[in-house]
């Protein structure tokens, strides 16, 4: 395998920062190999000052940015390809639409570039329509000028044009099967029982309809002793994580705030059930990540969720806080069954080696 020089584009950076595509990025290129140089330009504004300039065999590259939202992503994917323009690569991998939209700008200096597809971002509740419209604007941008295309979600690759889904590919999010926590001190700090609390993870952004887990877990006549715990935090302190954060204390519910390693395996190990209501999502992580500890889930039934096969009676119909309830009921009444799920597609070593047949196939 011919060794190769990739710079990657459209992350805040990693390890230890919230989010999908940071988490995509992370378990992606740990599991290229050794004699790959790959090079990822991260966001100071997200990054500790003293965080490590190397991560196994990556480069970290970490360059100026606001943590203003809609302008800290465009920022900063304008110096990194600045920078790609003037020190060549032999790939340049760009994750998401909103950073896609310099893909013609690299091309225009006859680049190799890789385009991973996470989701729509346009749809998300949190955008203005001046936001959208840039978004809209770098979808159009980064499919028409992209070299390759994955897309996480075959839903999605199926909506694009066929003259797009010519030069596209399917290859899924992964999850690394960590080791298993069985300290319970974590779970002490908030009074948590094991197996008898409800596990939600994610960025507290509006697609994920947190406010409508709350809703409907208060909702929900014999909890049996049962309690909800959401791990994660917002990027921006704005209204919504503000008022959530209220509705939360409000009823009782544990934030966690964003945990990763040792205690994010404390809660996924000891937990019930994981929920995800989520309106829009591209392929969650988070819900690999539970189906990788056995954890049965509730989930939306938007196509993202459904593209992992669990057994129907996981799925509610998206934005139906009664439904939602209702499997939040049925569930404590049975209590935890473990769930075995076929974890082979999303393994990220095989998703590695998917992933540097696309680059062979460019370069």
Request: aromatic letters at 4%.
């Given at each position: 395998m011919q060794s190769m020089k990739i710079a990657v584009i459209g992350t805040r950076g990693f390890p230890d920062v919230q989010g999908g595509v940071e988490k995509h990025c992370e378990g992606l290129y740990s599991s290229m190999p050794e004699d790959f140089s790959i090079t990822v330009f991260r966001r100071k504004a997200f990054i500790n000052k003293n965080a490590s300039k190397r991560y196994k065999q990556i480069r970290f590259i970490d360059l100026f940015s606001t943590k203003i939202k809609g302008f800290e992503s465009f920022f900063h994917s304008f110096l990194a390809t600045v920078y790609c323009i003037f020190y060549r690569q032999d790939i340049v991998h760009v994750h998401n639409i909103g950073p896609g939209i310099f893909i013609p700008l690299l091309k225009l200096f006859r680049h190799k570039v890789v385009l991973t597809y996470h989701s729509t971002n346009y749809e998300h509740k949190k955008w203005n329509w001046f936001g959208k419209l840039i978004l809209k604007i770098g979808e159009k941008f980064a499919l028409g000028g992209a070299d390759i295309i994955i897309f996480v979600n075959k839903a999605q690759l199926k909506k694009v044009s066929k003259k797009i889904q010519k030069k596209s590919c399917y290859i899924p999010n992964g999850v690394r099967l960590e080791g298993r926590s069985y300290q319970t001190v974590f779970l002490e700090k908030y009074n948590l029982v094991p197996k008898k609390y409800i596990l939600a993870v994610g960025r507290f952004v509006p697609e994920k309809n947190f406010d409508q887990l709350i809703r409907a877990f208060t909702a929900v006549q014999d909890k049996k002793g049962y309690r909800l715990v959401i791990a994660g935090d917002a990027d921006f302190a704005d209204s919504y994580s503000v008022e959530?954060?209220?509705?939360?204390?409000?009823?009782?519910?544990?934030?966690?705030?964003?945990?990763?390693?040792?205690?994010?395996?404390?809660?996924?190990?000891n937990a019930s059930v994981f929920v995800l209501p989520s309106s829009h999502e591209g392929l969650p992580i988070s819900l690999l990540e539970a189906m990788s500890y056995g954890l049965p889930a509730i989930v939306s039934d938007i196509p993202a969720n459904k593209e992992v096969n669990l057994p129907t009676d996981s799925y509610f119909r998206v934005n139906e806080e009664s439904e939602l309830t209702e499997k939040l009921q049925q569930h404590i009444l049975q209590g935890y069954q473990p769930v075995t799920y076929d974890m082979t597609p999303y393994d990220w070593d095989k998703i590695a080696e998917q992933t540097i047949e696309v680059y062979q196939s460019v370069k």
């Open positions: 959530l954060k209220k509705m939360a204390q409000k009823n009782n519910v544990v934030l966690t705030g964003f945990i990763k390693g040792d205690e994010l395996q404390t809660v996924l190990n």
